[in-house]
C-alpha cells in the first residue's frame, strides 16, 4: 500500500500546524514539510493541493481547535461572562504548555502574509473575525440572561476581548515570567466578572 493510503490526514495536519506555527509560512521550505509529514512531494501535493493549501487547512484545524477549547470551557458553566473569565484564565498558563509558540498563530500569519499571499490572508481574516463573533455570541447571551447590563455594546466588548487575548498571548511570547502572564490574565478574568449583574444564575 503506498505512503499517501497509508497517512492520517488529521495527524499530518497536526505536523503541519506546529511547522507553520513555530516557522512560519515563508519560512517553512517543501523539505521541511516533508519530513514533518513523511510523505513525498507529490504524496503532500495529492492530498492538499500545494504549500498554500496545507497551510490554509492548517489554519483552519488550528482555529477549530481553539473554538473547541472555548466551547468546552464555557459548556461547564451557566454564567457566559463567568465561562468568558474561566477561558481567560486558563491562557494565564500558556506559558506553561508545550507549544510552538505562545502567540496566536492567526495574529502571526496575520502580520506575516502579504498581498502575494492573498487567499491564506483571506482565510486568516475569515478565522479571526469567526472567533470575535463567538465572543460577541457569548456576551449576548449574557445580555439575554440580564447578567450584563442591557446597554452593554456587545459587539465592542467581544472585540475587546479578542484584542485583550491578542495581547495576552504576544506578551506570553517574550522572555516573561509565567506568573506575570498569569497576573495579567487575572486582572482581564476579574474584569469581566466585574460586569456581571446580580442574578439568580447558579454556578
Given at each position: 500500500?503506498?505512503?499517501?493510503?497509508?497517512?492520517?490526514?488529521?495527524?499530518?495536519?497536526?505536523?503541519?500546524?506546529?511547522?507553520?506555527?513555530?516557522?512560519?509560512?515563508?519560512?517553512?521550505?517543501?523539505?521541511?514539510?516533508?519530513?514533518?509529514?513523511?510523505?513525498?512531494?507529490?504524496?503532500?501535493?495529492?492530498?492538499?493541493?500545494?504549500?498554500?493549501?496545507?497551510?490554509?487547512?492548517?489554519?483552519?484545524?488550528?482555529?477549530?481547535?481553539?473554538?473547541?477549547?472555548?466551547?468546552?470551557?464555557?459548556?461547564?458553566?451557566?454564567?457566559?461572562?463567568?465561562?468568558?473569565?474561566?477561558?481567560?484564565?486558563?491562557?494565564?498558563?500558556?506559558?506553561?504548555?508545550?507549544l510552538?509558540?505562545?502567540?496566536?498563530?492567526?495574529?502571526?500569519?496575520?502580520?506575516?502574509?502579504?498581498?502575494?499571499?492573498?487567499?491564506?490572508?483571506?482565510?486568516?481574516?475569515?478565522?479571526?473575525?469567526?472567533?470575535?463573533?463567538?465572543?460577541?455570541?457569548?456576551?449576548?447571551?449574557?445580555?439575554?440572561?440580564?447578567?450584563?447590563?442591557?446597554?452593554?455594546?456587545?459587539?465592542?466588548?467581544?472585540?475587546?476581548?479578542q484584542?485583550?487575548?491578542?495581547?495576552?498571548?504576544?506578551?506570553?511570547?517574550r522572555?516573561?515570567?509565567?506568573?506575570?502572564?498569569?497576573?495579567?490574565?487575572?486582572?482581564?478574568?476579574?474584569?469581566?466578572?466585574?460586569?456581571?449583574?446580580?442574578?439568580?444564575?447558579?454556578?
Open positions: 500500500m503506498s505512503r499517501t493510503a497509508l497517512y492520517n490526514r488529521q495527524d499530518a495536519l497536526e505536523r503541519a500546524l506546529k511547522l507553520f506555527w513555530q516557522k512560519g509560512f515563508h519560512a517553512t521550505s517543501l523539505k521541511d514539510i516533508e519530513q514533518a509529514l513523511d510523505m513525498r512531494p507529490g504524496s503532500i501535493y495529492a492530498a492538499f493541493g500545494s504549500k498554500d493549501g496545507l497551510f490554509q487547512e492548517a489554519l483552519e484545524y488550528y482555529a477549530r481547535s481553539g473554538l473547541t477549547e472555548l466551547e468546552r470551557i464555557l459548556s461547564n458553566h451557566e454564567s457566559p461572562l463567568l465561562g468568558l473569565a474561566a477561558y481567560v484564565r486558563q491562557l494565564g498558563g500558556i506559558r506553561e504548555k508545550d510552538p509558540s505562545r502567540a496566536c498563530m492567526l495574529v502571526k500569519s496575520l502580520l506575516e502574509l502579504g498581498a502575494r499571499e492573498q487567499a491564506a490572508l483571506q482565510k486568516v481574516e475569515m478565522l479571526l473575525a469567526g472567533m470575535e463573533t463567538r465572543f460577541i455570541e457569548y456576551f449576548t447571551a449574557a445580555q439575554r440572561l440580564g447578567e450584563l447590563d442591557s446597554k452593554a455594546d456587545v459587539t465592542r466588548l467581544g472585540r475587546r476581548l484584542a485583550e487575548v491578542m495581547g495576552l498571548r504576544a506578551f506570553a511570547q522572555d516573561v515570567d509565567s506568573a506575570a502572564v498569569q497576573s495579567l490574565a487575572e486582572d482581564m478574568a476579574l474584569s469581566i466578572e466585574a460586569m456581571r449583574l446580580d442574578t439568580t444564575i447558579s454556578t
